[in-house]
């Protein structure tokens, strides 16, 4: 999991980000079929720790403009791990 802090933004001061790792079924795409089952897959190490600094991961973001200022956040919703390099 990733655990995200951020300061009066969209999200919650803290929001846990589920990692879904795709190494678990074969041939993944990125259709809305495959979207639709996307909880279906497993949690990276059940969700128990972060991945490491060699990880291919897809982020799901979702961008927030506030008209007072300017303010441009980008909100992670979940991310996809593809694959490991090395291993």
Request: proline share 6%; aromatic share 10%; with cysteine.
């Amino acid at each position: 999991m990733i655990i995200v802090c951020l300061s009066g933004f969209s999200q919650d001061s803290v929001t846990i980000v589920p990692i879904y790792d795709a190494r678990a079924k074969p041939g993944f795409s990125f259709t809305d079929k495959e979207f639709s089952k996307l909880h279906t897959l497993p949690l990276y190490a059940d969700g128990s720790e972060d991945l490491g600094p060699n990880a291919m991961v897809a982020v799901n973001t979702y961008m927030n403009a506030r008209l007072k200022g300017p303010t441009l956040s980008a909100n992670v919703q979940f991310v996809i791990l593809l694959g490991n390099a090395g291993g």
